[in-house]
């Protein structure tokens, strides 16, 4: 209150004027609601309108009636009632500070009201809201006044106040029983009911409605706070359902505690879209039946060009010419021994040449064949060669006789053959879409599988897996299929959409390559068993007729009929099977001839 209304208040009391005094305080009264202060004046303590309340009710006025909310006496007609009313109702002064009953309940700490002391304090605050309310009605009577309405308040009514406090009290900690509840459900899987909390809910409605709406106490989904992928979460998940960005090594399984350790998870490794050399090889056969390129343990390439036979140094680049066949004659197969020592060359008259590369000699020509030879393969001492003329012969060059075994089975040219790691099996593919399995001392073959649907000349042994054999078919086939020869039994097919040239197994991962011509002519790197495409590696411009892969196991050469030699690094070394290859994938683009 300004000093200016206190003073009209005092001297309305010095002229013992009860009502005067009552109308100043009700103006200061309407100022202040409406926001209304008088500039320039200090402000003093209300103990001066607790001063004029104390006159107002003492002053025989018989025409005053109680304001309810105020304390003030006005007459009941006054307009000026209504417009305090009003202002009560529509404007709020700068000092409204609202309430924060309603958050209560979902504070931090979840802690339980003490009952007893909660209903003591409630009713204690009921029976001092009674006595005042007493008080008022009484010092109203005496003054002969008229008591409204809305005053007359028993004590029964302020018990019936609080016991609502006490209802409201009790829903608070309900909430607060049923929240904690569903943070146990939801974080910690636990599902027990409210009483193993220790908490015995009173028979109240909102316990019965918690009671209803808890059967299952969790959420409908229990999903609320759980990310989902896919649709499928929970602690049965597979493991290759696992969010591909996760980088946690624990998962979820049935190991200790519910969680499984996972293996290490490896960085992706790097493979080179581009080859690192190109060599030209001039006149390199487009010729799907025919095996041209062979990569020896010494680590010099052997290539069939036309009539001429060449070696590649690896390690010095240099360009050698083994030998030169008649004019009219060609290269058909080239095939090194295991050490790489001795060079085997298949000719178009089916001839079978024995070169010692060192010495630059032929040192022996076997015959047998009455058609080319275009395929070769070493088992120890023995070379095997396969011939248009639909036999194999089996060669020990330590013999002198041209053949020690031939082999009969297939209906048209053989064109693809593989020795298996351990020398005890001959893997024979024909142009009659059959594959062939020969033991070391058979003359029929042993295993006999038909599912190809074209002709069959990519077959590669895994050096991992004793009896895995590998299979690719020709242009109406393009199956990549796999079998297992102990078994006798096949394993997997999978369908590459183009025709299947060759098949080589890198030696120090669980990987494959194969390469293809119509109609991609590209390279892909498989994994298995998943079968998974690790690249695809393009820019021959024809059919990729040639495989081979260099000693330590990272390097593969490529040959085509757009009469070029490409060489990738697509595997890893032994001790580098985490970290890529392909950081030093373009060591040279340097595009030289091997002749």
Known sequence: MTIGGVADVIAAMADRDAAE????????????????????????????????????????????????DWGFVTPPTSPSRRKVKESMRMVYSDRFVPSRAASMGFRGEFSMLDAEEEDGRLARDARDAATRRDATHATHAAGGGNVNADDNVTPHGAVANGAGAAAAASDREDTSAAYGALLRSELLGDVSPPEAYGITPPPTPSVARYQ???????????????????????????????????????GAGDGPLGMTLLAPRRTPRKIARSPFKVLDAPALQDDFYLNLVDWSASNVLAVGLGTCVYLW??????VTKLCELAPNDSVCSVAWTQR???????????????WDVAKGKMTRAMHGHRSRAGTLAWNSHTLSSGSRD????????????????????HKSEVCGLKWSYDDCQLASGGNDNQLFI?????????????????????????????????????????????????TNSPLQCVDTGSQVCN???????NEIVSTHGYSQNQIVVWRYPSMSKLATLTGHTLRVLFLSISPDGQTIVTGAGDETLRFWNVFPGVKSQVSGVGDNAVSSLARTSIR
Request: proline share 5%; glycine share 8%.
């Open 21 to 68: 005094a009552v109308r100043a305080v009700r103006a200061y009264a309407d100022r202040r609601m409406v926001g209304v202060e008088d500039d320039g004046r200090d402000v003093v303590t209300m103990d001066a309108v607790g001063t004029a309340k104390a006159a107002a009710a003492k002053a025989p006025s018989a025409g005053l009636v109680a304001e309810e």
């Open 212 to 250: 209803r709406a808890s059967t299952s106490y969790s959420s409908p989904g229990r999903n609320l706070f759980r990310f989902q992928s896919d649709g499928v979460f929970g602690p049965s998940t597979p493991r290759a359902s696992e969010s591909p960005y996760s980088l946690s090594p624990v």
């Open 313 to 318: 140094s690896a390690c010095t680049s240099k």
């Open 340 to 354: 790489g020592t001795y060079l085997g060359v298949g000719t178009n008259s089916g001839e079978v040449q024995l």
């Open 390 to 409: 639909r036999t194999i012969l089996n060669r020990d060059i330590r013999s002198p006789n041209d053949y020690s075994a031939k082999l009969v089975g």
């Open 438 to 486: 020969w033991n070391a001392h058979s003359s029929q073959p042993v295993l006999r599988c038909s599912e190809h649907t074209a002709a069959v000349k990519a077959i590669a042994w895994s050096p991992h897996q004793h009896g895995l054999l590998a299979s690719g078919g020709g242009t109406a086939d393009r199956c990549i299929r796999f079998w297992n020869t102990v």
């Open 503 to 509: 098949l080589v197994w890198s030696k120090n991962v």
